[in-house]
């Protein structure tokens, strides 16, 4: 099993940045990939951006591109989101996952974290 833990979640005003952090452990061996995806209240869960644990290779959603990084430090098996120019509609529980393969869809994924609440203030 993986076992991911997030971080960096808060309040932060309307224009800022935020930086979440997922931390893997376990048999990071079988992860091809990692993702970050966000849930808002009263929404579904959605994908926000995900990459190959390999070479970095990146993959966004339309609506975060330009806003949104996904990077990696393999060898601390661990992966972040850097949110810039925050907006109130990002406002959503963060969650991390690993896949085994390169992917965007949720049902994929197979190992989640617990999420991080980030909440953007207007």
């Known amino acids: 099993q993986v076992q991911l833990v997030e971080s960096g979640g808060g309040l932060v005003q309307a224009g800022g940045s935020l930086r979440l952090s997922c931390a893997a452990s376990?048999?990071?061996?079988?992860?091809?990939?990692m993702g970050w995806f966000r849930q808002a209240p009263g929404k579904e869960r959605e994908f926000v951006a995900a990459?190959?644990?390999?070479?970095?290779?990146?993959y966004y959603a339309d609506s975060v591109k330009g806003r949104f990084t996904i990077s990696r430090n393999t060898a601390e098996n661990t992966i972040y989101l850097t949110i810039d120019r925050l907006k109130p509609e990002d406002t959503a529980v963060y969650y991390c996952?690993?896949?085994?393969?390169?992917?965007?869809?949720?049902?994929?994924?197979?190992?989640w974290g617990q999420g991080t609440q980030v909440t953007v203030s207007s």
């Open positions: 996952a690993t896949a085994p393969r390169y992917t965007i869809a949720a049902g994929d994924f197979e190992y």
């Open positions: 990459i190959r644990r390999s070479n970095g290779a990146s």
């Open positions: 376990g048999r990071t061996f079988t992860t091809y990939a």
